[in-house]
């Protein structure tokens, strides 16, 4: 029978191999993102340096102060994938000097181990590194960094969302939201790891052997699937990402910065008119940006009119529009030889799954029953 730590040796070393392959395919593949490419390559390099550590000491053994610097270096995770967030969420954003806010956590770490280890001799450093937990400097970085990585959590959730809410406000394109759906899924994996990692290091000091092992197993099993994960993500997905203005704010954001006028009431009667008059929703690729320049107002004042005057977001709101002129034509004795797919089409949707849950969201049926009844 094969030992535990012969598994988790083996399992850490695929791991690692494929982190770094993954993240020298990032760094060399012609792209528009190279920045996002570049912060998430780095996440899974000092992710692999932080996995290293199940079986890299079988072949080397670093000196004391090299394999702490090795340990800390994990404090760039969170950081690096909050910027990584950002950029994808953004088609404009750059790294700027604020954002060496970031470096922070890592500096934490080693002022705090510059006393007791970092000026110590060999002898203090070992006793040290042996008995970290117990110390203060141990219990205080341990608090320190559950305490930061909620709050980039917390972060990375409240981008996220608010990513959301813009797509809904500006976008009708279901295409658009391919990066929201991509970031949703990479924050619950990376929570279930996290989860997975907690709960591993809580048997560490709790539990057996032979437990923490199998539990360190089951998280580097789940490590192998995440990094196939995304590998068939960038197989099926190549043109992914596209990001939004990083100057765009949502309608309530704008109603901060901007009163509303007394012109609303004509501005809506406006916007109404054009959309029956133009059927600009026709178009499947329209956006509240275009919109706005076809009728020749403010982009920000079009999302307020929308957004918080009809109470809908700009999703729904052409939806709306786009599932009345089909009602119209499946109501259309002359048209029923027209099927569901050209009719969806027609109306400005692109597939026949947003049709479907557009046009039941508004009138309780599908297409097809909707057809048969009218």
Not at 246 to 267: C, Q, R
Not at 320 to 349: C, H, P, S, W
Request: glycine share 2%; charged share 20%.
């Amino acid at each position: 029978m094969i030992n535990n730590n012969v598994i988790i040796g083996i399992l850490g070393f695929i791991i690692v191999l494929l982190f770094l392959f993954f993240s020298g395919f990032l760094l060399t593949v012609k792209t528009d993102k190279k920045l996002s490419n570049r912060l998430l390559a780095a996440f899974l390099i000092i992710t692999a340096i932080d996995i290293s550590a199940f079986f890299y000491t079988n072949f080397i053994q670093l000196p004391l102060a090299i394999e702490m610097l090795r340990i800390r270096i994990s404090s760039f995770k969170n950081p690096l994938l909050f910027l990584y967030i950002l950029s994808i969420i953004y088609t404009n954003f750059q790294l700027k000097k604020k954002h060496l806010v970031h470096v922070l956590p890592w500096l934490v770490h080693m002022i705090v181990f510059i006393p007791n280890f970092f000026l110590v001799d060999e002898n203090a450093k070992l006793t040290f590194f042996n008995t970290y937990e117990q110390t203060s400097e141990g219990s205080f970085l341990t608090i320190f960094g559950t305490f930061t990585s909620a709050a980039y959590f917390i972060a990375e959730i409240y981008y996220v969302v608010r990513y959301r809410k813009l797509l809904l406000e500006n976008y009708t394109d279901k295409n658009a939201f391919n990066n929201y759906i991509w970031l949703k899924q990479l924050l619950i994996l990376l929570s279930i790891g996290q989860i997975l990692t907690m709960i591993k290091n809580t048997l560490r000091s709790s539990s057996s052997l032979e437990l923490t092992n199998t539990f360190r197993i089951i998280t580097l099993l789940f490590g192998v699937f995440f990094i196939f994960w995304l590998v068939l993500k960038a197989l099926n997905s190549p043109k992914l990402f596209r990001g939004i203005d990083v100057n765009l704010l949502t309608s309530k954001e704008i109603i901060k910065e901007k009163s509303i006028d007394e012109k609303i009431n004509s501005e809506l009667e406006k916007l109404k008119k054009y959309m029956i008059s133009e059927k600009p929703y026709l178009n499947p690729s329209l956006s509240i940006r275009s919109l706005s320049e076809e009728i020749k107002m403010n982009a920000r004042d079009v999302s307020v009119l929308i957004n918080q005057n009809l109470n809908q977001h700009f999703f729904d709101f052409i939806n709306e529009y786009r599932v009345k002129e089909a009602m119209k034509i499946l109501k259309d004795a002359a048209k029923k030889e027209v099927t569901v797919l050209e009719v969806l089409y027609e109306v400005g949707f692109n597939s026949k799954s947003s049709f479907n849950t557009a046009f039941k969201k508004y009138t309780g049926l599908t297409p097809t029953q909707f057809r048969k009844t009218a």
